[in-house]
């Protein structure tokens, strides 16, 4: 499948004032006792950890994040999808439903000498989704899913493990009665300021194990250009791909993969208030 994109937010304020032969610093500005934002974007396909969520089709995203200066902070985001409603073409053909993905987390956020560690919980929320009707029974479980997770940065590079503490994302192994619980994804990533036009280059690699299904288990990659327009609004043009098994992630609608090498645009608007 994705996510989807917690940020932190650092509010450093500095002001030169000079007057006459005299010249002097204004004392940084407090930090507020919180941060609250919200977003709405368009992308032209939502990629979750590198597999297409929308049938390789455009999505509209959205969220509303909150953040206390102690280091906690929680948040929502919410995306269209078509990959549950899509399983309903798997024979016998069923009506299965769930065309949004509803992700709330929250956690803390703390520095351990120069590392800055975030410890947090992630649930994906399809709403009305009937996924485990899906071929007439016995293809998938609910999707709903639970993560628990630890992130630490230091300089430009974020290091990522997400534990699932439920089944993942629906899939299930019926020949051996067995579920995907304690499956984890290790996430590598770095954010480099270009220094030219306000450009970021952010390159990731990461690797999904699903645990009792190998053939589910796969490593993906992306390389993303970003640029902050100011007044809250910025776009992104991403190379994305991945190693997955092509037949797993077929989307039973055309047959196509989803896991393709690509190239994905997004633009998005954030306010804070």
């Keep these: 499948m994705i996510s989807k994109k917690i940020a932190s937010k650092t509010v450093l304020a500095a002001l030169a004032v000079s007057g006459g032969a005299f010249a002097q610093?204004?004392?940084?500005?407090?930090?507020?006792?919180?941060?609250?934002?919200?977003n709405v974007g368009a992308i032209t396909d939502y990629r979750y950890r590198g597999i297409s969520q929308t049938r390789l089709q455009p999505a509209l995203q959205g969220g509303a994040?909150?953040?206390?200066?102690?280091?906690?902070?929680?948040?929502?985001?919410?995306?269209t999808i078509k990959w549950i409603e899509?399983?309903?073409d798997i024979a016998?053909?069923?009506?299965?439903?769930?065309?949004v993905e509803l992700d709330i987390y929250g956690g803390y956020k703390f520095n351990a000498g120069p590392v800055g560690l975030d410890l947090g919980v992630l649930r994906y929320q399809y709403v009305n989704n009937n996924l485990q009707e899906a071929g007439g029974g016995g293809l998938f479980k609910n999707a709903n899913t639970t993560e628990?997770?630890?992130?630490?940065?230091w300089?430009?590079?974020t290091l990522k493990y997400s534990y699932a503490l439920t089944n993942l994302f629906g899939n299930y192994n019926f020949a051996t009665n067995e579920?995907?619980?304690?499956s984890g994804y290790l996430d590598l990533s770095g954010t480099f300021e270009l220094g030219v036009w306000g450009l970021t280059l952010t390159p990731h690699v990461g690797y999904q194990h699903v645990n009792n299904l190998s053939v589910a288990s796969y490593t993906d990659y992306a390389l993303t250009l970003g640029k902050d327009f100011g007044n809250g609004v910025s776009v992104s043009l991403a190379g994305v791909g991945t190693d997955a098994d092509k037949a797993f992630y077929a989307?039973?609608?055309n047959g196509k993969f989803m896991g393709k090498s690509g190239v994905v645009a997004g633009v998005k608007y954030t306010h804070n208030f």
């Design 25 to 38: 610093t204004a004392p940084a500005a407090p930090e507020p006792d919180y941060t609250l934002s919200a």
């Design 179 to 182: 579920d995907t619980k304690g």
């Design 65 to 79: 994040d909150f953040s206390h200066k102690s280091g906690f902070y929680v948040g929502t985001w919410a995306s």
């Design 155 to 157: 300089g430009p590079a």
């Design 148 to 153: 628990i997770y630890a992130a630490g940065t």
């Design 92 to 99: 016998p053909r069923t009506n299965i439903d769930g065309p």
């Design 86 to 88: 899509d399983t309903g």
């Design 251 to 253: 989307s039973p609608v």
